[in-house]
């Protein structure tokens, strides 16, 4: 009899075999520690190969190569979009926002170096990820995929995106439930977006395949945000340290399902016209499994 495997285990290994792929590339695009400016360029490689999921480059790689695209082509802007994730993870631990002196089990990065350093090194990143996407090759994607690509993530990482969601985290002390949705879908839901979209349009999908799949990926942005507060808040109680916040409310996990099932729809639609997004559908999967 064939062994049973836990839902969400394979995934896993295919997430991190993908994790290793974008840091081996992230390694070779980021400035050499010893370059001038030493502290900066540091500080850079300590924010951007700091241990993650990679999660939002696997989505962008995952998309495109379901849609015809070597993931080899659309690493540039896999990487360009970590770099966005890395600086707004820095800038949000900083004392004026979040002031969270620890990340990913290390040292925040103006611990680690300086509030200074840490700031340029957002500003630094924030700029690599845009020269990144300048380097998407031409001659691999579609025509005007890479200009359309970069306009995703512009306004995902934007005002109207990522930093517009962390100002108004700042704005409202304490938002309801209908605020805090429209926080995550923007701080979180929007570079999930990106991802999604991004990948469709480097692959040469259209603009309505591009929309329609980045429709899932806010949407899995949004799922993903709650099971990443439930298992805070998780952690926070077993230290008895944490009260639960407004996001882990007692039907969060509730929540959760009926938002991840809603991704999955969105999915199951585009695999009726004729779509194979396999691996999404395993990474809907993976997040169920950690509820």
Excluded: N
Excluded at 84 to 94: F, M, Q, R, T, V
Excluded at 215 to 234: C, H, K, P
């Amino acid at each position: 009899m064939a062994e049973q495997v836990a839902p969400g285990v394979a995934f896993t290994a295919g997430l991190k075999a993908r994790a290793a792929e974008v840091d081996r590339a992230l390694d070779t695009y980021l400035p050499r520690a010893d370059e001038p400016p030493r502290r900066l360029h540091e500080a850079m490689r300590y924010g951007a190969l700091a241990p993650g999921k990679r999660i939002r480059p696997f989505v962008l790689l995952a998309t495109a190569e379901a849609l015809g695209l070597k993931a080899a082509a659309a690493m540039p802007a896999a990487c360009a979009m970590e770099c966005i994730h890395a600086y707004s993870l820095i800038h949000d631990d900083l004392p004026a926002m979040d002031d969270d002196d620890f990340r990913r089990g290390r040292p925040s990065c103006h611990k680690a170096f300086d509030e200074a350093t840490a700031i340029l090194t957002g500003d630094a990143l924030l700029t690599l990820a845009f020269d990144l996407m300048a380097r998407v090759q031409p001659g691999l994607v579609a025509p005007g995929a890479t200009l359309a690509a970069a306009a995703e993530l512009g306004v995902a990482a934007g005002s109207r995106g990522m930093v517009g969601g962390q100002a108004l985290e700042l704005e409202w002390a304490k938002p309801d439930d209908k605020a805090l949705e429209t926080i995550h879908r923007r701080k979180t839901g929007a570079l999930f977006r990106a991802a999604a979209a991004m990948g469709a349009h480097l692959a040469g999908a259209g603009a309505e395949v591009a929309a329609r799949l980045g429709d899932f990926g806010e949407t899995f942005g949004l799922a993903y945000q709650i099971v990443d507060d439930l298992q805070d808040a998780a952690q926070d109680a077993g230290r008895g340290t944490g009260v639960l916040a407004l996001t882990v409310a007692p039907d969060a996990a509730e929540k959760a399902e009926a938002v991840i099932d809603d991704a999955r729809r969105r999915l199951r639609a585009l695999a009726a016209s004729g779509y194979r997004l396999t691996a999404l559908d395993d990474m809907l999967d993976w997040l169920r499994a950690t509820l």
